[in-house]
């Protein structure tokens, strides 16, 4: 018992907020489970999706091209992959920590994983659609400008950071999720 309050503590935790809040005020505690209900709903949506392609990408692509070009030796390739495969998502952001196990679980190198998400959370193709037709080019390519260089500067810094064995098991948890 104890067990299982400790591994669901955060969902008791916000149902009980939750019941708070509908004590004290009843339409904002509906608003909130409202948006719940959305946000489930979307998941549910998208991830059985992600999972298909997850699940085609452990079964069709080996592992030794996974290494050859997001591996330990792929140098610019693998940047670049990760750059490119990461702003051509469409998904939101929680897609991409799936995606980045899958592709950790297949021997992709740590830094490409981390620019991979980098540009998944700054640089999707469709983001900066909207944002050149909304908000005009001259925001759209000045943010870009300012993100580009913070993703591989962040990518230098965790790598750094992250010690060999953290990596490993950062690797490990992947393999076993994905």
Known sequence: MKKILKKYALLIFALAALAIMALVNLEMAKGATKSIFVSLKEMLFILPPVFVLLGLLDV????????????????????????????????????????????????????????????WSTTKIP??????????????????????????????????????EEKEEIGKRASEQA
């Open 127 to 164: 983001m900066l659609l909207f944002e050149f037709s909304s908000l005009g080019p001259k925001f759209m390519l000045t943010r870009l400008a300012m993100n580009v260089p913070i993703i591989f500067l962040m990518t230098l810094i965790m790598n750094t950071i992250f010690t060999k």
């Open 60 to 119: 069709h692509v080996p592992r030794e091209t996974m290494v050859k070009y997001m591996g330990e030796g792929s140098g610019l390739i693998g940047i670049v992959l990760a750059f490119i495969v990461g702003s051509a998502a469409a998904g939101p952001l929680y897609v991409v920590f799936p995606v980045a196990g899958a592709f950790m679980k297949k021997g992709a190198k740590f830094s490409n994983i981390l620019v991979l998400i980098g540009a």
